[in-house]
């Protein structure tokens, strides 16, 4: 398939890796679009570093596809591959080498000139490029690898855990960056353990776990997925009972004229049977991105005990 202006930037198509008995991903079907950023999240073990290296074509999918810009990874030519900027989760850098000297081996690489670029990110994130990388700490490594992703003005951008490490006001410098490229253009896939980062960064999030995708979905349609109470207030007592059949109620508790509703997706029914007993006031505590990950995964893992214990 040739690329196209509408290509996704990355695009998995029913993309299974299985590792003999055991299953890296399978049936995803995922994209990620230029300028966009797109969360990849899931716990340990949920497939997302064998997703990322089917991006880099670093192990062949079992089954399915995955295309860069409209073009089969298996078919990308070097200068595909060469536009992409990569964050490892754990960075593998010659430590005998001056920070400077990793740079100008990965432009070389990569067939770029970022004498340019160096020299600004290296400012940016006050990082000193004359230095043995053996004599760096965490943190300034993590910076260089940020600086070796983003050099070369990459078209799509794969980070996996990309602040770890970097203090406060680094994370900060680099949440700007990633937002100065997206709005270039670039595509962004952000694997990532912190869920503010995730929650500040990302249009879209993809959850993962035991290799399938259980949601891809925006942060407002992600944190509607979670569990939230509902505190409604009425002038007299009212009965829990009218509100336990109520879609998407999951428990009611009531404590003089007050009712706590727990409540998962759309809330408008419990508001308007609210409504007509008098409700005088509502107070909802909004879920985060965090507590929906977890309510997701929750109910998957829920939902695969069942199908297990049914089919017993």
Known sequence: MAPTEVSPAIEFRSTAKFYRETRGI??????????????????????????????????????????????????????????????????????????????????????????????????????????????LSRGNKQKLGVIQAFMHSPSILVLDEPTSGLD?????????????VRAKGAAILLSSHVMSEVENLADRAAILDHGRVLACQTMTELRSRAVRTLELDFPTEVPTSIFASLLGVTNVDRKDNVIFCRVVGDESEVLRVSVQHGLRRVRSNEPNLEEAFLSIVEDNSTSNNFDSDHHA
């Open 168 to 180: 406060p006001l680094m994370q900060k410098e680099f949440e700007n960056l990633v937002n100065e």
């Open 26 to 135: 399978e049936d995803v079907s995922l994209f990620v679009n230029f300028g966009e950023v797109l969360g990849l999240l899931g716990p340990n073990g949920a497939g997302k570093t064998t997703a990322i290296r089917v991006i880099l074509g670093l192990i062949r999918p079992t089954s399915g596809n995955v295309l860069l810009n409209g073009i089969d990874i298996s078919h990308a030519k070097d200068h595909v591959r060469s536009n992409i900027g990569y964050l490892p989760g754990t960075l593998a850098l010659y430590e005998y080498m001056t920070g400077l000297d990793f740079l100008i081996f990965m432009s070389r690489l990569r067939k770029k000139e970022c004498a340019i670029e160096i020299d600004q990110l290296s400012q940016r994130f006050n990082f000193d490029p004359s230095r043995k990388i053996h004599d």
